[in-house]
C-alpha cells in the first residue's frame, strides 16, 4: 500500500519552534542508559501515539518485517485516519491503536520490552525516521510551536529516578538533544510561556 500526502498537507521537514520551556534544562534527563535501563515497563507507551507521515510511508514499507515482531497486520494498528496537520513531519499524522493484550500500543514488541520501530532502526539499521518524532523526544513533546515536559511525568520513569550519589544526571535537554535538533526547527528570537495539548503518548497519564 503506498501512502500518500493529503492534498493540501504542507510538507513539513522540520516542526517551527518559537518558544522553549527552561523547564527542560532544570528536569533529570534519561540519564544512565535511557529507556533501556529503566524500570518502568515502558508504561508511556500504553497510549499509544502519533505517527508522522514521513513514519507511517516508512512503516509501510517495511511491514513485512515489522508485522512479525508485532504479530498483527499494520492495518489494524490504527485508531484513526490520516489527518492533515503541519505540527507532524510529513503535514500529517495517525494515532496509534492499543493492544488488547498487553495494553501497549500496536507497534510494541510482543512478550518483551521495547518497541519494534526502535528494534529496527537499532539492530537492522532501517532509517531512524522509521520511529515517530514524540517517541524519539519524549518525555519532551510539543504543540503549536511550544516545546515542553510533558507532565505528569510518569513514576517509574527513568528521568524520575533518585540521582546515583556522586554522579552528575544530565538534564532532560542534554539526554534528548540530538533528537531536539534533527526534529525541530527552533527559533531563538521569541520568548512566551505557553502550555497546549500534549502530543499522543502519554495522554491519559
Ligand atoms: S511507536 Fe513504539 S515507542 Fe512509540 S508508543 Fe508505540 S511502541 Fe511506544
Ligand atoms: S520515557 Fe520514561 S517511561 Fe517511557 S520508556 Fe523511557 S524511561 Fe520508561
Redesign the pocket.
Known sequence: MRISKPMNAKDVKRIKIRYVDPDIKTQRG?FGG??MN?Q??????ENGCDVDLASLRLIYRYRHIIEPLIKAKIEDCFSTELKEDDDYIGGAYRETAVRESDGRCAFHLVGRKGCSLFYLWVKKRLPKRIVPTICRT??ITWHRGRLFVDRP??R?????EKRPQGIKVPSLYETQKREIRALFDIRKDIRKNHRGRRKNR?RAA
Open positions: 534519561l535511557g529507556c529503566a518502568c515497563q515502558d508504561i508511556c507507551c519524549y518525555p511525568l510518569r517509574d520513569c527513568k528521568c524520575m502519554a
